[in-house]
């Protein structure tokens, strides 16, 4: 592509600069062909010329696009250059705050000088499992790489770790130690992962020191092997170690120290232990002041060596040999303090009694006098003779620190020899993984022989990384089937050739060293002479003879000649060490001896145990080791070297290179001159500049389709990919060399990405602009419009103002005038008022008057009317009276006479017999017209009775009137008398009132004047106290708010500290269910550690003899002698392991060892308790039998009389009862009561239940007294738990005298034979409460026979009363059948029914005149009569249609067995209308009472049919949910039963370990332990239901009640099957968790389910073939289906819905966990298109919790962190504000997640914008104040506590019926 096309105007480029390296700047206009300059701008807009080389015309490196900067992956940007490499580590660095970054197959680390939290537990977890590509670069992601590389290809592995001191190589290497520890764990008990971390602090002590670059430098290098078994677990470890610095043993620089070691001791030299080391301060001490830096910042060398201490004891160095260490080195720091003075010029002395060498000498074992002889003097031997030379002060200075150094380093390799001894084991290794932690490119001011070898070192391996680089490079191209050319890349083989090669520096310096008179110039003669003039990579410095410059692949390092020789040789006196030989001190000779012995270069002896060996062997014993102790320092690191190389060639390299950012060792620094020093040193750029050579971008069609979709038209879109990409390709690119089609990718040429970005950001360029404008249309014409309507609404409003204000004006004019006419007329009418009232009183007083006198006249008059009409009246009276006397008597004389004649007529026409006859004859005449005539007379008499009737009425009538009348004119004479006498009086009261006004008239002037100012002070003082009552009620107003305010904060802190409280209790509730749940989780995993123990010591073959494991969650309602059998068993496991644990570490057997004495301890305690208890139960015991005795004999006696008196009434009820049933029977065999009446029916059933009633209650009796007398036997067994309420239970339901008395007397019997034997009863005493409730239970049966006596005496009343009424409704029914059958068959049943409305209508008529309320509650009674008689007869329906399907099976049945002609007999009416007798009922036999009986030998079976071999598929399908846990329930209610207690006991216990058995073998199986969590809950659920205790009865039916366990308390065991389901919930979810894993992440993160929102950017080779497994793609669909299945698997198990709801709570929080794990660990999931895609797939999962009915029950909270995240990804990042609505809105997210999200967000398109630093830094501020864990990520293995809700079931036992496919005949149903 033309530079014309790529150096345009707005282009951006990096030009060098002295400063910053390079730095970045803008073309200002187009770049022509033929330029000599450029015109830049820079970015802080100065304008400069940058010229042009006029030879190479070579064009400053363009910069990548926005979009790519920040990448995970070097290897992704487009432009691959050393600017572009600097610029995005810096980035990554400085704004990030990310430290690693991928270069290929490189993991740059950059050391931030800061403690990160991103090495914890949680994140090894999230990178385990991971391809390398798909999450952030982190040295995790390297480390299991390695590790699944090299289970994946059986191929040894190997971490390169390299980088300047300082630089954070031994931490690298350190955490990924800790990760293969973490993620393989290891195969036994010795815990070898532990000792090879151990093996970090114990080397940091004693070979890292402070440095000027690093307070924690190695000194030395080192290769870890870490060995694994087939299984891929640590196994063992082994360490070899290069080129310690010995010298700084004996010299440091300024502001460095010795090894840490050093500093340690001296500071804990006041410890108890330690003052025989006679040390103090480290200034004291020459070896450990010269760098005069003692103390590093931040660190304790107290707890440092503490630390140091518990690793060597972890590593197996006991007490004793770290007591020795220590005296060696405290020796060593006593004999750096020896002086040594100058005797004379050619020798020196050491004073005597010097201190510092007699504690050496003593320390060491030595004599004082012959180490101060040899520190001053050698032995020289010739040929014949030996002398004996004097050492001047400057050689024995020499002489004592070389000796100080040799003394150290043999103590190095003896540490380093025994910690390997300690990391070996006995397992043959299958494969190892390396970790190499070495020394970088080092170059100084004065660089001497360590630089020189840390350089040849860093050579080989650039070398074996370059050959590494391009193989991977040449295997990609010819995998996609690229045609490719050689790329040429720079080899360092010329420079090693250099130095190792013959004649090379390295032989040229032995050579020297061999010389009797060699020395450092004569070698740099040799030097100069033979390399000078042959080789270009060796030079001479111009101003020096004794120094030589060599030409490395990082730079020219210069190195000085002097001491070259010294360090090579490596020489030490010999008498000196021949004197340390023979020293006293054991741990000094093995340390000096071992140099007899073969050894390699660093002083390690080969191990056994198949673990492949990589050190040096002897061939020929002590001559070849002689000789190998003869090699020079150069030789053995040479040979050590190539070693190293054959080992990592023969392994597969992954590599890290540490860079350190600044020298200051500022946190978070960056300086770009140290970084690009190291960058080319450490070889991330050759590896860049052989990426660049070839085809550095690599996209896949799909990425690439997806990408530059924007690029395409619709006609250019192809079914196939691949074509698709191809045309538009060559459409876009048109120089084919610039990319190629491979098999699954597309290769471009540096460059090109970054060309096809610009296309694409053109592209959607003008498509913003062509939005943006018509945006900004639509919203210039809403505003306009919106601008437009404001304008109407105000003229509107404004409008509308001017006429209501008009309106206003008007209408206040038309109100003045008419209130001016309205008060003018109130006053007016006022004045009318007044004048009308005046004339108005004196024309009454005038008209009063008048009207008085005029009344006193009529009165007068009427008064003499009155008395004249009176007295005339009484005068005729009196006259007619006389005459009416007169006449009477006169009438009376002369009617006497009259009659006294005619009776004597009579009497003689009586005595005759004629005149009889003839009145006789005229007799019926007469009659008939005294008839007649009497008619007439009573018709005449009722009409003058009307008419009298009539006049009466009107006569009172007119009398009230007149009386009314009357009343009237004498209150109306009263009145008028009244007022004349008023008229007068009130003539003179007006004359006084006259005078008294003028007087008043005085007086109300002076109270007016004296008002007037009493009105003006009233008002004064009135507006005072209003003003007063203001601010009293402002005060009162204030304060009642004051009040209202304190009350609500009070009400809502009250609120609030219970809402707390609350929120606390429950917090603490379900930690402590999560730590009972995570020790039971520990439990199991323990219980699983032992059988793999087990299982091991059977493939050993080691015989165990009678070992067998129990369940360790056996409840402790076991007897004594499953106590000691598990105790036997621990003894004979001991003694069969016995062999192994041999061979094996010893921890176990302590650990068993100590064990075994805490049980011994623990059942001598039970002991010790058990006897106490008898004791105490003793002396309770003999108490209660004395007072027992006393009142036995009273109670007796009362017993048996109520006995009898009880046994008389129930006697006498029978004989009542009986008489009854008689007299029905009789009734109705006279006919008097049909037999197929209701109310018969009613009596009938009655006594047909009564008589049930008895013969229950006798059967009950029976039951009881075999359970009492069987109860002697079961209390000779100490084991049986029998709660004493079965007696109260079973002795309440005794109803007969006679049976109760039996009852007593069998337990008497009992109780008297079980006396001898009380020793032997349980310890709660149980004979006391049998006898208790005994006694309770005999009051209660008398109270309940007395309350059944009453109410059999009212049910025998109420029942004659209705038999009495059943007879007399019986008559009227027989009477009125015999009307109605005289009938005509049509009008019966019109005359049934008009009786009927007769009858209730007098019924009504009757109650309605008796009581109206009553007749009410009568009307209610009958509804509910005829509801309850509509419920009896639905029932009675039912009953009817079951026997009538039961009739036709009988019928059938009797059909085919020829009885046919029998039934034809009968008819169905002869049937139905047979009389009922009530008499000889037979009892209906007993129902199945739910319980399932089992041979004691075909448990197995059950066991192995039922739960072992069991299909859980089938049994969900086709049978009812929990059989198998009805199953064994009903079994175990049999034993219950049967009061088998050791049948109870082995059930559970058979039942529980077959369950751990079948999900110890399918446990990864979800469906068998979803089936079995819901039967162990159903079971467990059942065992609460059918316990006997109330709280769980509640919902049982009285069935239910009956099946109730009766004779044990398995209370315990319901507390060990509530484990047993937590372990299976807690297997559940593993399970789950194990299945939904790999979906999490592909299907909530990376399938894009809104197609086209995201873009993909380059991934570079982050995602290589090697680390891709061959998976499929999982979508969000995918999820929803597992979980669908998960569900429908649980429902169709019959998995209670409360344990569901919790399995689905935590099926989020996994989700969400995982997701948000995985969003935080990848930067190139945080942008704005991955937000919505993770908001839509949170939506969907919504919506399936709201399908499934699952919403209010917390599992979508546990999503709401990843929807914060979500939420966190799409809202501005800019001002103030946004920062405000992230801190509220973030509240489930930390701090350090809010942080690391900021971090990552990586915009997609070149549109969005990278979230500022001092945005994040807003963020943080506003943030600190949170309290909150500092943990980034969440805790992907946090369960929630389960509970399991108690669900009773409604399923009766006795309908259960057992199908035939599960193979359980030998059942029987009881």
């Not at 630089?451 to 193989?471: D, G, P, R, S, T």
């Not at 086709?1518 to 009061?1539: E, K, Q, S, T, W």
Request: proline letters at 3%; aromatic letters at 8%; hydrophobic letters at 35%.
């Amino acid at each position: 592509m033309a530079a014309s096309e790529l150096y345009t105007k707005r282009a951006r480029v990096w030009i060098p600069d002295a400063e910053e390296v390079w730095k970045s700047a803008e073309l200002n206009k187009d770049y022509k062909n033929g330029d000599a300059s450029l015109q830049l701008m820079l970015e802080d807009g100065t304008n400069i010329e940058h010229k042009l080389d006029p030879k190479t015309k070579n064009l400053p490196y363009l910069r990548n696009p926005d979009i790519l900067v920040g990448e995970n992956d070097l290897t992704a940007l487009s432009y691959l250059h050393e600017p572009a490499v600097l610029h995005n580590l810096k980035v990554r660095f400085m704004d990030s705050k990310l430290i690693y970054t991928y270069c290929g197959i490189v993991l740059v680390a950059i050391n931030p000088y800061e403690t990160l939290g991103i090495y914890g537990s949680d994140i090894i977890n999230a990178y385990s499992g991971q391809n390398m590509g798909d999450m952030d670069p982190h040295i995790f992601a390297v480390a299991e790489e390695a590790y699944k590389q090299m289970a994946r290809d059986e191929r040894n592995q190997s971490i390169i770790v390299s980088g300047e001191s300082g630089a954070g190589k031994t931490v690298s290497a350190k955490y990924a130690m800790r990760y293969f520890a973490t993620v393989s764990g290891s195969t036994s008990e010795a815990n070898v992962e532990q000792k090879v971390l151990a093996s970090n602090p114990i080397m940091e002590a004693i070979g890292n020191a402070k440095t000027t670059r690093n307070d924690n430098s190695s000194r030395f290098g080192k290769y870890i092997e870490i060995g694994f078994d087939t299984r891929y677990r640590i196994i063992g470890a082994n360490m070899r170690t290069y080129l310690l610095e010995k010298s700084r043993v004996v010299f440091q620089a300024d502001e460095e120290r010795n090894y840490h070691i050093f500093y340690q001791l001296c500071a804990s030299s006041h410890l108890p232990e330690f003052k025989m080391l006679k040390l103090s301060s480290a200034n004291d001490f020459l070896y450990t002041r010269q760098g005069r830096s003692p103390v590093i910042d931040g660190v304790d060398d107290t707890k440092e060596l503490s630390s140091t201490r518990k690793a060597f004891t972890l590593l197996g160095i006991n007490e004793s040999n770290q007591m020795g260490l220590f005296q060696v080195l405290a020796a060593i720091l006593h004999l750096g303090n020896v002086e040594i003075k100058d005797r004379d010029s050619d020798s020196s002395i050491i004073p005597p009694n010097n201190g510092h060498l007699t504690a050496f000498c003593d320390l060491v074992g030595v004599t004082y006098q012959d180490m101060s002889q040899w520190l001053c003097h050698r032995k020289l031997k010739t040929a014949t003779e030996t002398y004996i030379k004097t050492l001047p002060r400057l050689q024995a200075t020499n002489a004592r620190d070389a000796l100080s150094k040799h003394i150290y380093a043999k103590l190095f390799n003896w540490i380093v020899e025994h910690v390997n001894k300690a990391l070996i084991t006995n397992f043959k290794q299958h494969s190892f993984i390396g970790v190499l932690d070495i020394y970088g490119f080092e170059t100084f001011e004065i660089n001497s022989f360590e630089q020189f070898c840390i350089n040849y070192a860093n050579e080989k391996l650039q070398q074996q990384f370059n050959m590494h680089v391009f193989k991977l490079e040449q295997e990609e191209y010819m995998k996609e089937q690229i045609p490719w050319t050689l790329i040429d890349f720079y080899d360092n083989q010329p420079c090693i050739n250099l130095i190792e090669a013959k004649m090379g520096i390295l032989d040229l310096l032995d050579e020297e060293c061999k010389m009797p008179k060699g020395s450092d110039d004569s070698w740099a003669q040799k030097l100069y002479n033979t390399h000078l003039k042959t080789c270009s990579l060796f030079e001479k410095p111009r101003m020096s003879n004794r120094a030589f410059i060599i030409q490395h692949f990082a730079d020219k390092v210069e190195y000085q000649c002097e001491g070259f020789l010294e360090k090579n040789k490596d020489t030490v006196n010999e008498e000196q060490i021949n004197v340390l030989k023979a020293s006293k001190f054991p741990l000094l000779v093995e340390l000096f001896h071992d140099g007899e012995k073969a050894i390699s270069p660093t002083g390690q002896v080969p191990g056994t145990g198949g673990r492949t060996r990589l050190s040096i062997k002897p061939e020929k014993g002590r001559e070849k080791s002689s000789k190998e102790h003869k090699k020079t320092v150069g030789c053995q690191f040479r040979n050590s070297l190539q070693m190293l190389m054959e080992t990592l060639n023969a392994t597969t390299p992954h590599y890290v290179r540490c860079i350190k950012p600044n020298d200051f060792k500022l946190a978070f620094s960056f300086d770009p001159k140290r970084a690009v020093q190291q960058l080319r040193a450490c070889g991330v750029l050759e590896t860049i500049r052989i990426s660049a050579a070839g085809f550095p971008s690599r996209w896949t069609y799909q990425e690439f389709f997806s990408r530059y979709r924007v690029l395409m038209k619709q006609k250019d879109v192809l079914p196939d990919r691949r074509l698709t990409c191809r045309n538009v390709l060559e459409h876009l690119v048109q120089d084919q060399d610039k990319y190629q089609f491979g098999k699954t990718k597309i290769f471009f040429r540096a460059g090109q990405v970054a060309y096809l970005e610009k296309l694409r950001a053109e592209k959607l360029r003008a498509a913003c602009i062509r939005i943006q404008k018509t945006i900004r249309c639509w919203l210039a014409r809403k505003k306009y419009l919106r601008k437009r309507s404001a304008a109407i609404t105000i003229q509107r409003f404004t409008r509308g103002h001017q006429a209501r204000r008009l309106a206003k004006f008007m209408r206040r004019t038309q109100a003045a005038t008419t209130i001016q006419k309205y008060q003018r007329m109130c006053v007016e009418k006022k004045r009318y008022r007044q004048k009308q009232a005046a004339a108005l009183v004196m024309q009454t007083i005038l008209r009063a008057y008048m009207a008085r006198q005029k009344y006193r006249a009529l009165l007068r008059e009427s008064k003499v009317v009155i008395i004249q009409k009176r007295v005339r009246g009484w005068l005729a009276r009196c006259w007619y009276k006389r005459c009416l006397v007169s006449l009477v008597y006169l009438q009376c004389c002369f009617r006497r006479m009259k009659a006294r004649r005619e009776l004597k007529k009579l009497k003689i026409e009586a005595r005759s017999v004629e005149h009889f006859k003839k009145l006789n004859k005229g007799m019926e005449n007469k009659i008939m017209q005294l008839q007649r005539k009497l008619d007439e007379q009573n018709k005449e008499n009722r009409l003058v009775n009307e008419r009298l009737a009539g006049l009466e009425n009107t006569y009172t009538t007119e009398s009230e009137r007149m009386r009314g009348e009357l009343s009237r004119l004498r209150g109306a004479e009263e009145d008028a008398k009244n007022k004349g006498h008023q008229v007068t009086s009130l003539l003179e009261e007006l004359e006084k009132l006259r005078k008294e006004l003028s007087s008043t008239q005085k007086e109300k002037k002076t109270i007016e004047d004296w008002a007037q100012n009493y009105r003006s002070e009233m008002e004064k003082m009135v507006s005072e106290l209003k003003d007063q009552n203001g601010s009293l009620k402002k005060e009162k107003d204030d304060l009642n708010r004051l009040i209202q305010e304190q009350s609500q904060q009070m009400t809502e802190k009250m609120a609030r500290a219970i809402l707390e409280e609350t929120q606390q209790l429950k917090t603490d509730l379900n930690e402590e269910r999560s730590r009972y749940q995570n020790l039971l989780t520990e439990h199991l995993r323990l219980e699983e550690k032992y059988d793999d123990l087990k299982e091991e010591m059977v493939s050993s073959n080691v015989p165990k003899a009678g070992h067998r494991r129990r369940d360790s969650t056996h409840s402790s309602n076991g007897s004594e002698y499953t106590y000691n059998s598990e105790y036997a068993e621990l003894e004979d496991g001991s003694r069969a392991a016995e062999d192994v644990t041999r061979g094996m570490d010893t921890s176990l057997t302590l650990k068993l060892q100590k064990r075994l004495t805490e049980l011994e301890q623990e059942k001598q305690s039970l002991r010790n308790e058990l006897e106490n208890k008898e004791d105490q139960f003793q002396r309770a015991r003999a108490r209660d039998d004395v007072e027992f005795k006393k009142a036995r004999g009273a109670e007796l006696e009362y017993e048996s009389l109520k006995r009898q008196e009880l046994e008389s009434e129930n006697k006498k009820l029978r004989h009542d009862l009986k008489e009854i049933r008689q007299s029905l029977v009789g009734n109705a065999a006279t006919g008097a009561g049909a037999p197929g009446s209701p109310a018969y029916k009613v009596v009938l059933e009655q006594l047909n239940a009564s008589c049930e009633e008895l013969e229950v209650r006798k059967e009950e009796v029976l039951i009881l007294r075999s359970q009492l007398v069987s109860q002697k036997e079961a209390m000779h067994h100490k084991e049986t738990m029998t709660e004493p309420s079965v007696y109260v239970e079973d002795v309440s339901k005794l109803k007969d005298a006679g049976e109760l008395k039996q009852a007593y007397v069998g337990l008497k019997d009992t109780n008297r034979s079980a006396a001898p034997d009380f020793h032997k009863l349980n310890e709660d005493g149980e004979l006391w409460l049998v006898n208790q409730g005994l006694k309770e239970t005999i009051r209660l049966l008398e109270h309940q026979l007395q309350t059944q006596r009453r109410g059999y005496d009212s049910e025998v009343e109420s029942l004659r009363g209705e038999l009495q009424n059943v007879k007399e409704e019986n008559n009227r029914q027989q009477q009125l059948l015999a009307q109605n059958l005289q009938l005509p068959p049509e009008a019966r049943i019109e005359a049934s029914l008009q009786h009927e409305i007769t009858r209730l209508t007098n019924e009504n008529l009757e109650l309605l005149a008796e009581d109206p309320t009553a007749s009410r509650e009568a009307r209610v009674i009958i509804l509910r009569r005829m509801v309850d008689l509509m419920e009896q007869l639905e029932k009675q329906d039912r009953t009817i249609r079951k026997l009538k399907k039961q009739l036709k099976v009988y019928s059938k049945r009797i059909g085919e067995m020829g009885a046919g002609q029998t039934e034809g007999q009968t008819s169905p009416g002869q049937m139905v209308d047979e009389p009922i007798h009530p008499v000889n009922i037979p009892r209906r036999e007993k129902d199945f009472q739910g319980m399932l009986e089992y041979n004691k030998e075909d448990e197995l079976k059950l066991v192995k049919n039922l739960i072992l071999e069991l299909k859980p598929r089938g049994v969900a399908v086709n049978l009812i949910p929990g059989l198998p846990a009805y199953i064994l329930f009903m079994c175990l209610r049999h034993a219950d039963y049967v009061n088998d207690d050791q049948k109870v006991r082995t059930l559970l216990t058979s039942t529980i370990n077959s369950i751990k058995k079948i999900l110890k073998k399918r446990g990864d199986d979800f469906e068998t332990v979803s089936f079995w969590l819901s039967n162990t809950c159903r079971f467990l659920h059942c065992l609460k239901q059918y316990s006997g205790d109330e709280a769980f009865m509640k919902h049982n039916s009285p069935r239910q009640n009956e099946h109730c366990l009766s004779n044990f308390d398995l209370a315990e065991y319901r507390q060990v099957i509530s484990d047993l389901a937590i372990q299976i919930y807690q297997q559940l979810i593993k399970c789950m968790e194990n299945i939904l894993q790999p979906m999490i992440v592909s299907g909530m993160l990376e399938h894009e389910t809104i197609q086209g929102v995201s873009g993909v950017k380059p991934t570079g080779l982050r995602k290589r073939t090697s680390s891709i497994a061959d998976e499929g793609t999982y979508t969000l669909d995918s999820i929803l289906r597992q979980l669908s299945a998960f569900h429908s698997t649980m429902c169709q198990h019959g998995t209670d819905p409360e344990l569901i709801k919790q399995v689905v709570k935590q099926q989020f929080y996994i989700i969400g966990a995982v997701t948000l794990n995985n969003l935080l660990l990848r930067k190139d999931m945080c942008s704005w298109s991955k937000g919505m895609q993770i908001r839509y797939n949170v939506s969907q999962l919504e919506e399936w919790l709201r399908d499934k009915g699952l919403m209010t029950f917390g599992a979508k909270e546990t999503l709401e962190p990843l929807i914060q995240a979500a939420q966190l990804l799409q809202v501005k990042k800019k001002t103030d504000e946004d920062a405000d609505a992230i801190c509220s809105m973030c509240l489930g997210l930390t701090t350090a997640q809010i942080v690391k999200v900021l971090n990552l967000y990586t915009p997609v398109n070149e549109f969005e914008e990278r979230v500022s630093v001092s945005f994040i830094r807003t963020i943080q501020t506003r943030l600190r104040d949170r309290c909150e864990s500092p943990q980034l990520l969440m805790d992907t293995k946090m369960i929630y506590p389960v509970t399991f809700p108690f669900s009773p079931s409604s399923l009766a036992l006795e309908t259960i019926q057992i199908p035939s496919s599960l193979n359980l005949a030998f059942l029987t149903r009881v």
